[in-house]
C-alpha cells in the first residue's frame, strides 16, 4: 500500500531564511505525482507545488522548490527568502496516474519568526 | 484553478440529527471528492462523487452514515447523518482538473454537542 511520511511534525524559521520540509513515500509504481499543499490557519488548502515522477527535473515555483529523489522516494520542500505569510501546515502528497486517490502525509506546521 | 465555495462554514449540531454540506464549482468538473480533517490530523478522503453514478466510499465510510449527491457537473452534496461528537471534524469538497491537480474548498467546521 502507498503511504506518505512526514517526520517533521513541526519546523520553524526565522524570515528571509530557508527550510527545507521532508516527506518519504512507498510505492511499487513508477508512475506518479507528487504534491506540496499548504493549508494556512484560515484552513484554505493551497496548492504549492506538483512533481511528475517522470521528470527529472525538480519543479520550482517562486520560491518553492522541491528536491525529488525518486531511488530514494523522497520528495522534500524547500522555501527560500521566508516570509510570515508561509506560517501554515504542509502537506505532503501522493497521487498514481491511474487512480484519482490524493495519499496525504501527516503534515508539517511551519512557524515563521520576524 | 476551480474556485470552490461551501456552505455553511461552520455549524454546531446536537447529537443525533443530520447536517447536509454543500459543495459549488464554478467551472464543470468530472471529479469531486470529500475530505475529512480532524482536529490537528491529516485528510482523509471520505468518497468520490462522478456525475451521473453512485459515490465511491473508502474504508470505513458508509452510504448511510455519508450519503453524497451529485446531481450535476458543477455541485455536489454531503451529508452527515445521526451525527455524534466523534463526527466534530473539518469537511472539505475537492475538484480535479485534466492535470491531476486538486483544489479544496474553504472547508465546513462541524461540532457535535
Known amino acids: 500500500a502507498q503511504t506518505v511520511t512526514q517526520s517533521q511534525p513541526e519546523m520553524s524559521v526565522q524570515e528571509a531564511e530557508t527550510v527545507t520540509l521532508s516527506c518519504t513515500y512507498d510505492?511499487?509504481?513508477?508512475?506518479?505525482?507528487l504534491f506540496w499543499y499548504k493549508q494556512p490557519p484560515s484552513r484554505q488548502m493551497i496548492l504549492v507545488i506538483r512533481?511528475?515522477?517522470?521528470?527529472?527535473q525538480n519543479a520550482t515555483e517562486n520560491r518553492f522548490s522541491v528536491n525529488f529523489q525518486k531511488a530514494a522516494k523522497s520528495f522534500s520542500l524547500k522555501i527560500s527568502d521566508s516570509q510570515l505569510g508561509d506560517a501554515a501546515m504542509y502537506f505532503c502528497?501522493?497521487?498514481?496516474?491511474?487512480?484519482?486517490?490524493?495519499?496525504f502525509g501527516t503534515g508539517t506546521r511551519l512557524q515563521v519568526f520576524p | 484553478s476551480a474556485v470552490i465555495s461551501q456552505k455553511p462554514s461552520r455549524d454546531i449540531c446536537q447529537r443525533g440529527t443530520s447536517l447536509t454540506i454543500q459543495c459549488q464549482v464554478d467551472s464543470q468538473v468530472t471529479m469531486m471528492f470529500w475530505y475529512r480533517q480532524q482536529p490537528g490530523q491529516s485528510l482523509t478522503l471520505i468518497a468520490t462523487?462522478?456525475?451521473?453514478?453512485?459515490?465511491?466510499?473508502e474504508s470505513g465510510f458508509v452510504i448511510d452514515k455519508f450519503p453524497i449527491s451529485r446531481p450535476n457537473l458543477t455541485f455536489s452534496t454531503l451529508t452527515v447523518s445521526n451525527m455524534s461528537p466523534e463526527d466534530s471534524s473539518i469537511y472539505l469538497c475537492?475538484?480535479?482538473?485534466?492535470?491531476?491537480?486538486?483544489?479544496f474548498g474553504p472547508g465546513t467546521r462541524l461540532t457535535v454537542t
Open positions: 462523487a462522478n456525475q451521473g453514478s453512485e459515490a465511491t466510499y
Open positions: 475537492s475538484v480535479e482538473d485534466y492535470s491531476y491537480e486538486q483544489y
Open positions: 502528497a501522493y497521487r498514481t496516474w491511474n487512480t484519482d486517490k490524493l495519499i
Open positions: 510505492t511499487s509504481e513508477s508512475d506518479y505525482y
Open positions: 512533481q511528475e515522477a517522470y521528470k527529472q
